[in-house]
T-cell receptor, first 114, second 116 residues
Framework: DTGVSQNPRHKITKRGQNVTFRCDPISEHNRLYWYRQTLGQGPEFLTYFQNEAQLEKSRLLSDRFSAERPKGSFSTLEIQRTEQGDSAMYLC????????????FGPGTRLTVL | AQTVTQSQPEMSVQEAETVTLSCTYDTSESNYYLFWYKQPPSRQMILVIRQEAYKQQNATENRFSVNFQKAAKSFSLKISDSQLGDTAMYFCAFKYPQGGSEKLVFGKGTKLTVNP
């Protein structure tokens, strides 16, 4: 069990640029989640996949954000035309089985938009 | 909408002592899940303990236990025999799987420092 991995761990970009983050869940986990965490706050839910299907999206996920999980394994989160308000830690998590088993989180990607 | 409140932004405890972190939540539902997550400095979030609302028995995991008061909508975490490695942010979280929702709602966290 290698855990949930995320790349890159840090990303610095200029306002207006596009960025893409990758998440590799624990291999047998069919559920994958993206959260955003700003300083001093708890994580906020962005979106959820079961296998390759995106089943839930938060209103926080504006049209500049898109997430995919094409083969039901790794996932990508893309932010287009980044804004300074997008600066945050982006967390990926995965789980297996029924609801309520608890998510396993990755180390996160810290995004800084200059 | 469901909300989670952690009223203690920071707490400290001496090594080997016991500390209790508070969490209250707001929901009108009867079947849901509650979690405590630990986020050590610069490290990833780890699930500490979970509770299913339909179970009356309080969950325990080694030195960690909860006091789940469903009527009061309270879900506190007790850490016994505190260790230096328990120093971390602790987040209380709630999940209500209505219509297939898998959203975890987190509180703002409590920063716990264990002093030697």
């Amino acid at each position: 069990d290698t855990g949930v991995s995320q790349n890159p761990r840090h990303k610095i970009t200029k306002r207006g640029q596009n960025v893409t983050f990758r998440c590799d869940p624990i291999s047998e986990h069919n559920r994958l989640y993206w959260y955003r965490q700003t300083l001093g706050q708890g994580p906020e839910f962005l979106t959820y996949f079961q296998n390759e299907a995106q089943l839930e999206k938060s209103r926080l996920l504006s049209d500049r954000f898109s997430a995919e999980r094409p083969k039901g394994s790794f996932s990508t989160l893309e932010i287009q035309r980044t804004e300074q308000g997008d600066s945050a830690m982006y967390l990926c998590a995965s789980s297996f089985g029924t609801t309520g088993t608890g998510e396993f989180f990755g180390p996160g990607t810290r995004l800084t938009v200059l | 909408a469901q909300t989670v409140t952690q009223s203690q932004p920071e707490m400290s405890v001496q090594e080997a002592e016991t500390v209790t972190l508070s969490c209250t939540y707001d929901t009108s539902e009867s079947n849901y899940y509650l979690f405590w997550y630990k986020q050590p400095p610069s490290r990833q979030m780890i699930l500490v303990i979970r509770q299913e609302a339909y179970k009356q028995q309080n969950a325990t995991e080694n030195r960690f236990s909860v006091n789940f008061q469903k009527a009061a909508k309270s879900f506190s975490l007790k850490i016994s025999d505190s260790q230096l490695g328990d120093t971390a942010m602790y987040f209380c979280a709630f999940k209500y799987p209505q219509g297939g929702s898998e959203k975890l709602v987190f509180g703002k966290g409590t920063k716990l420092t264990v002093n030697p």
